[in-house]
């Protein structure tokens, strides 16, 4: 399931838990779909099955892993 783009933050987080709630409602707004993942320990297979174009991380993802680990997956 190939996406476009794929942004991930650690909503743990309470301001980026506001930005991706500020994102999301801004993109479904412009008709745009947008989707938040829930972090946990399968976080790095369900960003490899949704093989995104673009890939943007926060350094870290949750208790489970970091933007380094997802990406040496790749």
Avoid: F
């Amino acid at each position: 399931m190939r996406e476009p783009v794929t942004i991930v933050l650690n909503e743990r987080e309470a301001n980026k838990a506001r930005a991706a709630e500020v994102l999301q409602r801004t993109l479904q707004d412009l008709g745009i779909t947008a989707s938040r993942l829930e972090i946990d320990e399968h976080i790095e297979d369900t960003i490899l099955k949704k093989a995104p174009r673009v890939l943007v991380l926060d350094y870290l993802l949750g208790d489970y892993s970091t933007g380094l680990d997802v990406l040496q997956g790749c």
